[in-house]
């Protein structure tokens, strides 16, 4: 018994104290705000694929959190909604595959590190799987080096085909 008591004792004190990197939780990342605490995304990548896994879980509440006020309302305007938590419980209902769409698939400029303190992802450069294409991003540093969404614009849905490959022929030499 003595021994079950001490090995739950150890299992919180290690949660407490190492627990996961990845909380989304203000009550445990000490509360606040982006501005005195680490609670938004360190890469702009991530920072779009935060706004991706909030709407496949349809966490309006984590999701609005990774805009600002001015881009929650471009957001929800471009999905014809009347804020972003309205925006992104509709758009979770059009979720075909949570995790598909929770893990969406980047192009390598996204993983470049941006030369200022804006950058754009656009969602029609991505690979997203199992619901809707959520529209061009950019995101702004902040704080404690950290991405928030600064702008939202909308592109079609679904996103027009890459540009053709081919590479044209040069014209046929003369004859004569």
């Keep these: 018994m003595y021994l079950l008591i001490i090995f739950l004792a150890l299992n919180w004190a290690y949660q407490k104290y190492f627990g996961t990197e990845d909380s989304d939780n203000a009550a445990e990342t000490g509360g606040g705000t982006y501005v005195e605490t680490q609670l938004l995304s360190t890469t702009p990548h991530e920072a779009v694929r935060k706004v991706y896994k909030h709407v496949a879980q349809g966490r ?3 999701g609005c959190g990774r805009f600002t006020a001015s881009a929650a309302r471009q957001f929800a305007n471009n999905f014809d909604e009347p804020n972003c938590t309205a925006a992104i419980k509709q758009l979770s209902t059009e ?5 598909a769409y929770a893990e969406p698939w980047f192009p390598n400029s996204a993983y470049r590190t941006p030369s200022g303190d804006h950058t754009t992802i656009s969602s029609c450069e ?5 619901g809707p294409s959520l529209g061009v991003f950019t995101l ?3 704080e404690k080096g950290q991405w928030i969404v600064d702008r ?7 996103c027009p085909p890459p540009p053709s490959e081919d590479v044209p022929t040069p014209p046929a030499a003369p004859t004569g």
């Design 140 to 142: 702004k540093q902040v």
């Design 60 to 62: 309006a509440d984590l």
């Design 126 to 130: 991505m690979t997203v799987e199992g």
């Design 95 to 99: 979720v075909e595959n949570m995790n």
């Design 152 to 158: 939202h614009e909308q592109e079609p849905n679904p």
